[in-house]
């Protein structure tokens, strides 16, 4: 039960989040430092995105597997960045079966080192590439600062992992696998994602560039949603990864690897949420419509019921997932805040007077109050439910892209810049600057490069930091 | 590529399982000891026997969650059965993020500990019951001897767990997913299980008794595969986990869990699989249908493809799984080979003949030769590959179970069941000995106790062992 006011956005959005991740139902503290236990309700909605990214994978030729949890710790250390990037924060198995191992195991934090080293045996010759593997797993990273879905220790995620022949190959891979994210990001989660390019200073360890997809939330602050990293033959030349091409030449593989984690499911929360609780887009929600029935005696509750279970199964046939709220003891008005707060698209209220007059009451969870609900018959109820979904999922969309758009701003000079930063926005402006110049800006700031937008104006600018001519716009920003 | 001969079942069945498990491509080796990577084509096959499971779960009322990997090593010492049971077989977290942990964590070998916890925090009153859980996972146990699938160090498998009013809605729900497990085995896998209890002696570490499906492979070994646990109220009681019942008084649950692997993989190998290779059961196979072009020139090639990219739609279009099999430097032979080795059931071949008299080739992988194929009418291809893939299904769940009963033989004495043992039989008698008399069995003979089966002689017989008169019949064999 989930009906308790919660902490508004305005007065401190990181309570706001965690009393909605805990009050909605989405998942509970555990026993263990920085792992969250993921309830069903969260489960469900983190199901809902796995089926849209697995569906798209498929549809792009990728296949899955599953590799060992354990890595042996040798296999992190043979690309030295990937190791450097990694290392502080193990999980590492020194006892197993009541002995000392002799080489201590590592929790996988991410799998190249364990995959790369199976991709070697199975690719001999041209004909074996591309490989395309994905694989759905637990990961663990022991982070210090961790936050309910944005950064736990143990999360799940997916990670595909694949090898080509040719360098153009992989990064039209990077590139395919970036934009399966966004579609899905943008037309099931209904998060207008930017994509772009990492700075050198925050790309993947091992990785020669990363691509990523960036969220603004409510609090303004980037969430970082997805990322697709082109390894050219880092790992290749690590761990020996040769192909015999159409020449009888060997020749180094070109390996990528993307992941998107559980923290879609924070950033579907912080870009939708509201005071009242969760938005959830229809396409991902667990519950697209939930039905409330209202009598007040037996007589009513039977033919209340009657009504009911025929649109129920009305609905389900046409599949559309619905939640039918019968508890018993709990009033009306209490099951419409719960459900606000849980996030239903679309709540349908079935009371006496619409058994009479053959209609029911749907209500809007993205349009609060009169202006979002509406009667309609029960005559062709799916067809009309499924048309509010598709405007609600629209609109979802809608007020977080006008959202975003309004919280972008061009800045010209880094007084400009900072202003921007301190007032909650991101800084869109052309940059020529060093590693170091991003460092000084995130010290001064605490603002970071998200990325290099794959869309940039023709031409070039002036860097607002260095005063140098400059040839790409940057985003800056908070983030998570 | 796969078109190797296998060494006969007859010669050395352990080895023929192993090379079948590598050769068909359901899996490889991987660096870590006891740790197996699957393979794309066995993660299919684990991929169709989650969604044979996952949806009779949720129709009979069970949501999907998600508990941390890590168990706090105080937790697993709560139930004393239970920390004995699985301590020797422990995986241990003892450095995590650069530092010795304060308490080491153990890689879960199974979640009641961590999720009974939760259940803790989750249960107050009757309203919350029955609390019915399930989780997809991997779990780590430190075997010393591992096969592949059968026993794996780290392997996937869903628990569920579960926790009611009373006594008798535990048991009801213990016996359920039994019922769920066997319906999935015989139904879905095609493998006609032995529905029973275990004895005492082998039980799981923590339960008031254990039921499970056992199966018989080929070599007439058993194998179980799949178990249903009544914990009564010791988890609780370990635990605290209390409800406030309708008369305001405290009341412990009752609780349950059951789990299946991926040791049903291992089951479906071991269950149909020939010295051809693999045979899958339709339900579950990654492919139902192979389409093999045939052709000895591009003239040919043209007429064939058009065919056969025709007939893929129109398959696919009514559900089939179907491969294509476009390999452009494999002959027609290597690939009828190869995909017998990989179990597809139906193998589809199309020739220019075909194309000239508007047929196709159908090949049964579970009738060999001659007697297996049939020329069939290219109209309503869709709807006979559908009958021949319910008789494929239908006829492999047949012969195992033809197998299976002319292996169990009933014996009156111990001479008598040390002999059906020896000669590779299950054994099936009356039986009243102690959990003594069964290890000394087991010394013996290397059999154990199966199950007590769930299907019983009326009345009362004398155990074949100890003389005395008895109650229930047991099953006896060796086992994986």
Known sequence: MASQAVTPQSEDFSKWYNEIVYKAELADQSPVRGCLIIKPYGYELWEAIKSGLDRRFKATGHQNAYFPLFIPE???????????GFSPELAVVTIAGGKELEEPLVVRPTSETIIMDAFKQWIQSYRDLPLLINQW???VRWELRTRPFLRTTEFLWQEGHTAHATAEEAEAETKQMLDVYADFAINDAAIPVIKGKKSDREKFAGAVHTYTIEAMMRDKKALQSGTSHNLGQNFA??????????????????????GLSTRMIGAIVMTHGDD????????????????????????????????????????????????????????????????????????????????????????????PGKEGKQFVPQENLAARVLELLNEVQANLLQQAADFRDANIHDVTSYDQMKQVIEQGGWARGWWSGTGDDEAQIKDETGATIRCFPFEQP???????????????????AKAY
Chains 1, 2 share one sequence.
């Open 276 to 367: 009242k609780g969760l938005r959830l887009p229809p396409k991902v929600a667990p519950y697209q419509v939930v039905i409330v029935p209202i009598y007040k005696n037996d007589t009513e509750r039977g033919a209340v019921m009657e009504t009911v279970d025929k649109i129920s199964k009305e609905l389900a046939a046409h599949g559309i997932r619905i939640y039918l709220d019968k508890r018993e003891n709990l009033s009306p008005g209490f099951k419409f805040n719960d459900w606000e707060m849980r996030g239903v698209p679309v709540r349908m209220e079935v009371g006496p007077k619409d058994v009479e007059k053959g209609t029911v009451a749907l209500a809007r969870r993205d349009i």
């Open 74 to 84: 040798s296999f992190l250390k043979r690309e030295a960045e990937h190791v450097e």
């Open 237 to 258: 030349k690590a761990f020996g990864i040769q192909y015999v091409d159409e020449n009888n030449q060997y020749q180094y593989v070109w390996t990528t690897s993307w």
């Open 137 to 139: 797993a637990n990961v």
């Open 458 to 476: 023709s031409g070039a600018g002036q860097c607002f930091f260095t005063g140098q001519s400059a040839e790409r716009i940057a985003l800056f």
